[in-house]
Nanobody
């Protein structure tokens, strides 16, 4: 089992950057693929980015490509989401999620593949 805590959200202006962090408990974090999802007001939660358990495979939503970068540091039990060139449309609660991954190349993009979820961190982008 793993517990996840997100941090790094806040209020920024369009064009600014933020770095979200997902801190995980447990000794076996390196066996989990991790994803970032977000939910804007009035909308369903959507996939943002995912990284395989060893960091070798990465998957991005089209909205994140070229602006967001996901990375992980298994020694620190952490996954990061660097968000650049933020837009108002990026305003949402951002969640990290973890899933046990048998394969090192797996970077899940579907919510139903993830068993463990954090509580979320709010990102608000003003114009």
């Amino acid at each position: 089992q793993v517990q996840l805590v997100e941090s790094g959200g806040g209020l920024v202006q369009a064009g600014d950057s933020l770095r979200l962090a997902c801190a995980a408990s447990g000794r076996t974090f390196s066996t989990y693929a991790v994803g970032w999802f977000r939910q804007a007001p009035g909308k369903e939660r959507e996939f943002v980015a995912a990284i395989s358990k060893n960091g070798g495979s990465i998957n991005y939503a089209d909205s994140a490509k070229g602006r967001f970068t996901i990375s992980r540091d298994n020694a620190k039990n952490a996954v990061y989401l660097q968000m650049n060139s933020l837009e108002r449309e990026d305003t949402a609660v951002y969640y990290c999620a973890a899933a046990l991954a048998a394969l090192s190349v797996t970077a899940y993009s579907r919510e139903r593949d993830y068993r463990y979820w954090g509580q979320g961190t709010q990102v608000t982008v003003s114009s």
